[in-house]
């Protein structure tokens, strides 16, 4: 999971959250909805080892046909990613744990959802992350709690899997938040790590201080 991270996390967030749902009662011009930043509270992150990257962007478009009338929405969505270096065994000096936090906006047009993100299950928003990295397998679901974030509730999955890291085969877990609607977005979060760290005390940590907005500057 070296090389191809950053790339796994962007088709991963892509996939399973472009298409997003807001409201827009009549067609008219092209119309961009953009989603406001989401973070973990920087002190958490740095208690754990975990290193903020600079905040991405990812649009997407999609157009609705109603009669014979069309609209265009951009989508801009955006993405938070953490890194925390192993510094002991094999893989030392590998990015080897993940932790990224995703905020899509609301749009809805005509009643029609714009993304399944709300409604997606754990199994389901994993299963985008296979779809889209050729060195991970998803296993069986292993765990499942129920963390606040954002003043809500969020259901947190744990699926055991693994992952190509250092070119060898790692026993992975993969720690998915469903979706939290605040501020007119929808925020998940998705921690990768391998096993023998047991980053899971972290991760739940990080998800229960998830912060949104937060500013773009």
Not at 8 to 25: D, I, W
């Amino acid at each position: 999971m070296n090389a191809n991270r950053r790339q796994f996390l962007a088709a991963t967030a892509g996939a399973s959250l472009a298409a997003t749902a807001g409201c827009l009662g009549l067609l008219s011009d092209a119309t961009t909805f953009e989603a406001q930043q989401a973070a973990t509270a920087e002190a958490v992150a740095s208690d754990g080892n975990y290193v903020k990257q600079e905040p991405r962007e990812l649009r997407a478009e999609r157009t609705f046909s109603v009669g014979d009338q069309e609209q265009t929405v951009t989508v801009v969505n955006w993405v938070t990613e953490y890194y925390k270096t192993i510094d002991v065994g094999p893989l030392s000096g590998q990015r080897a744990g993940v932790f990224a936090a995703v905020s899509t906006p609301q749009v809805e047009i005509l009643g029609e959802s714009f993304n399944p993100l709300a409604d997606a299950s754990p199994r389901n928003i994993i299963s985008r992350f296979q779809q889209q990295y050729g060195g991970m397998t998803v296993g069986d679901r292993v765990g499942q709690t129920t963390l606040g974030a954002l003043g809500a509730s969020a259901l947190v999955s744990t699926f055991e899997g693994s992952a190509t890291m250092a070119g060898q085969q790692v026993d992975t877990n993969f720690v998915v938040s469903g979706s939290v609607e605040n501020a007119g977005d929808h925020v998940v979060s998705l921690g990768v790590f391998p096993r023998e760290l047991d980053e899971q005390g972290t991760v739940h940590a990080m998800i229960e201080n998830l912060e949104h907005p937060v500013s773009s500057e």
